[in-house]
């Protein structure tokens, strides 16, 4: 039997399952596995290795999917992210956010974004990010020419203050409750309800 080489990569198992099924003298395993791509791709890895115990023969079949998560869903995941980075209601209160946007005429690096925990579960690709950012509709962001930087447009000013902010807030708040407080109500789900 040949030595397989797995190249090394930076794909993230998001889940794993094993299954033995003993059907008289043969033994059955199926094998499953999720992982997340450094693309944000995912890859469905399934094995199955069936043994005959008896006669001693044993089969071994695999099949690995890929499949994309770009698109005009993940765009727009991308977009509403750095939206809601460089908006209203976090520039009042993110002090570290103010301090990049006083540095270099308000731009930002997506190498400092790109650390940010939430934009790193979508991605950390800056063409991805870029491409995403051009379909925005707002007026909230510029791109550079370089497009490895983005900021607040500079006709969009922060807010003074949380008050001011808070009563423009107030004029336009709807309260809504009376959703469950289970696994499957995500705040997308909830943006995609509204």
Same mark, same amino acid.
């Given at each position: 039997m040949a030595d397989t080489v797995v190249p090394k990569t930076n794909a993230k198992t998001v889940s794993s399952t094993e299954e033995t099924l003993v059907d008289g003298d043969?033994?059955? +395993?199926? +094998?499953?596995?999720?992982?997340?791509?450094?693309? #944000?791709?995912?890859?469905t890895t399934t094995t199955v290795d069936k043994t005959d115990q008896k006669n001693g023969e044993n089969i071994v079949t695999t099949l690995s999917q890929t499949t994309s998560s770009t698109g005009p869903d993940l765009d727009k995941k991308i977009?509403?992210?750095? /939206? @809601?980075?460089? !908006?209203?209601?976090?520039?009042?209160?993110?002090?570290? =956010?103010?301090t990049e946007v006083t540095k270099d005429q308000g731009w930002i690096p997506l190498s400092v974004l790109t650390t940010f925990k939430r934009l790193q579960s979508l991605t950390t690709d800056f063409k991805t990010i870029t491409s995403a950012l051009k379909n925005s509709?707002? !007026?909230?962001?510029?791109?550079?020419?370089? /497009? #490895?930087?983005?900021?607040?447009?500079? /006709?969009?000013?922060?807010?003074?203050?949380?008050?001011?902010?808070? =009563?423009? =807030?107030?004029?336009? +708040?709807? @309260? *809504?409750? !009376?959703?469950?407080?289970?696994?499957? *109500?995500?705040?997308?789900k909830l943006l995609v309800f509204f």
């Open positions: 043969v033994v059955t +395993t199926i +094998t499953s596995n999720k992982m997340v791509n450094p693309d #944000h791709s995912v890859t977009i509403r992210q750095i /939206e @809601y980075y460089l !908006g209203d209601v976090n520039m009042v209160r993110d002090k570290f =956010l103010k509709v707002s !007026g909230l962001l510029q791109i550079d020419e370089t /497009e #490895h930087r983005i900021r607040r447009n500079p /006709e969009r000013p922060i807010p003074n203050s949380q008050a001011e902010l808070e =009563l423009a =807030l107030r004029n336009r +708040t709807v @309260y *809504v409750k !009376g959703f469950p407080k289970t696994d499957d *109500v995500t705040i997308d």
